[in-house]
């Protein structure tokens, strides 16, 4: 009995607490999920991981073919013949998976990078913007389901504009200094 009147006062002193700070704190949510996903930085990286990734399955493709070329080749030959094929296909099959996990890595390693350096800048806009606008607490908009919207503010889209002017003055300084290929215009 007392154990459920001690639970009833805390729980009504932390809802009265809740109400009380929330009408002082002013809130805000952003969408990072969004903002990463429209940020032109974002898509260029994309792009070119694609890209990237298109080639080295071509060179993995023709790696590939070759081991079967010569799979093929071993087996119509006699068993004396075969011998010196099968020592070059067995090390052709280990150039496979080393270039299999090589490409592996250095598509992860490079990701990761990217991955990082963006969450960095969203990070430090997200943080800009709540300053400029007074808010005491930003939430991501996945775990803020449960707010009443109509008393925070998305700050989404302006993160959205902030780092794509950013990232565009950011390439304007870069194509001064060194001009872009050809595909990624």
Request: glycine fraction near 2%; include cysteine; hydrophobic fraction near 35%.
């Given at each position: 009995?007392?154990k459920?009147t001690?639970?009833?006062?805390?729980?009504?002193l932390?809802?009265?607490?809740?109400?009380?700070?929330?009408?002082?704190?002013?809130?805000?949510?952003?969408?990072?999920?969004?903002?990463?996903?429209?940020?032109?930085?974002?898509?260029?990286?994309?792009?070119?991981?694609?890209?990237k990734?298109?080639?080295?399955?071509?060179e993995?493709?023709?790696?590939?073919?070759?081991?079967?070329?010569?799979?093929?080749?071993?087996?119509?030959l006699?068993?004396?013949?075969?011998?010196?094929?099968?020592?070059?296909?067995?090390?052709?099959?280990?150039?496979?998976?080393?270039?299999?996990?090589?490409?592996?890595?250095?598509?992860?390693?490079?990701?990761?990078?990217?991955?990082?350096?963006?969450?960095?800048?969203?990070?430090?806009?997200?943080?800009?913007i709540?300053?400029?606008?007074?808010?005491?607490?930003?939430?991501?908009?996945k775990p803020?389901?449960?707010?009443?919207?109509?008393?925070?503010?998305?700050?989404?889209?302006?993160?959205?504009?902030?780092?794509?002017?950013?990232?565009?003055?950011?390439?304007?300084?870069?194509?001064?200094?060194m001009?872009?290929p050809k595909?990624?215009?």
């Amino acid at each position: 009995m007392k154990k459920t009147t001690l639970l009833i006062a805390i729980t009504l002193l932390f809802t009265f607490t809740s109400v009380v700070s929330a009408a002082t704190l002013r809130m805000g949510y952003a969408d990072t999920e969004r903002i990463m996903l429209a940020l032109n930085e974002y898509k260029e990286i994309d792009r070119e991981a694609r890209y990237k990734i298109e080639l080295k399955e071509e060179e993995g493709q023709k790696m590939l073919d070759e081991l079967k070329r010569l799979g093929n080749e071993i087996a119509s030959l006699s068993e004396e013949k075969r011998k010196p094929l099968i020592k070059e296909y067995r090390r052709k099959q280990e150039e496979l998976s080393n270039f299999q996990q090589t490409t592996k890595d250095e598509i992860l390693e490079r990701q990761s990078v990217d991955l990082k350096r963006i969450a960095n800048k969203i990070k430090r806009c997200i943080e800009n913007i709540s300053r400029d606008m007074n808010l005491t607490i930003v939430f991501d908009l996945k775990p803020v389901l449960y707010l009443d919207r109509t008393q925070v503010t998305d700050i989404t889209d302006k993160v959205i504009e902030k780092l794509n002017k950013e990232y565009e003055a950011e390439k304007q300084k870069l194509r001064k200094k060194m001009p872009l290929p050809k595909r990624i215009k």
